[in-house]
């Protein structure tokens, strides 16, 4: 079975750096993908990570660990606009991807 | 317009109603996805389909039919719609490939009466 645990809310100081983390038992791994998603709107996709380490992309730093089954979503320098949720996905081998349920953050100024 | 269409955005019906959503894309992109999601359950994927006249099942495929005539439409029927079918759908697309990164329609909201 699939199974991935994430944080369900966090709330962070606009200009913080705030660090979402993620777990995930898959019966297969084939990458994981970080999603934004804005209340009321489409997921949009945010990084991809299938080897080991930190990719980083702006203000935006996703680091992967398959050994441990771990991964997080780095997001520094918030601001007012990274209110959303953040989907942490992976691919379990075919073509389609298992969700976890999401991590809403606040930011608050 | 390119991209990922849905259609309706917004649609109330009766229990017991058939009811279509459709989804529209226009990359030619081989895959298509269904997915639904309720809070507590995040995005769970209903049916996918790998090109033209090939479907498959996701993990909550039930209640639930698919076609796939056209690589570019991938419409979404319930057939007899339940209350516990209330739900925002998405339609996702993307190519084959490893790196297979996804990319949503803007979403229907559904409710069952």
């Known amino acids: 079975g699939q199974n991935i645990d994430q944080p369900t809310e966090m709330t962070a100081t606009e200009g913080a750096i705030v660090q979402i983390n993620c777990t995930y038992q898959t019966s297969g791994f084939n990458g994981l993908f970080w999603y934004q998603q804005h209340a009321g709107e489409a997921p949009t996709f945010l990084s991809y990570?299938?080897?080991?380490g930190l990719e980083e992309k702006g203000r935006f730093s996703s680091f992967l660990s398959r050994s441990k089954g771990y991964s997080y979503l780095l997001l520094k320098e918030l601001q007012m606009k990274d209110s959303a949720s953040y989907l942490c996905?992976?691919?379990?081998?075919?073509?389609?991807?298992?969700f976890g349920t999401g991590t809403r953050l606040t930011v608050i100024p | 317009d390119a991209g990922i269409t849905q259609s309706p955005r917004y649609k109330i019906t009766e229990t017991g109603r058939q009811v279509t959503l459709m989804c529209h894309q226009t990359w030619s992109h081989s895959y298509m996805f269904w997915y639904r999601q309720d809070l507590g359950h995040g995005l769970r994927l209903i049916y996918y389909?790998?090109?033209?006249?090939?479907?498959d099942k996701g993990e909550v495929p039930d209640g639930y039919v698919v076609s796939r005539s056209k690589t570019e439409n991938f419409p979404l029927t319930l057939e007899s719609a339940t209350r516990s079918q209330t739900s925002v759908y998405f339609c996702?697309?993307?190519?084959?490939?490893?790196?297979?990164?996804?990319?949503f329609g803007p979403g229907t909201r559904l409710t069952v009466l």
């Open positions: 389909s790998a090109a033209a006249d090939i479907t």
């Open positions: 996702a697309s993307t190519t084959s490939g490893r790196y297979n990164e996804q990319f």
């Open positions: 996905a992976v691919n379990p081998g075919a073509n389609n991807l298992f």
């Open positions: 990570n299938v080897l080991d």
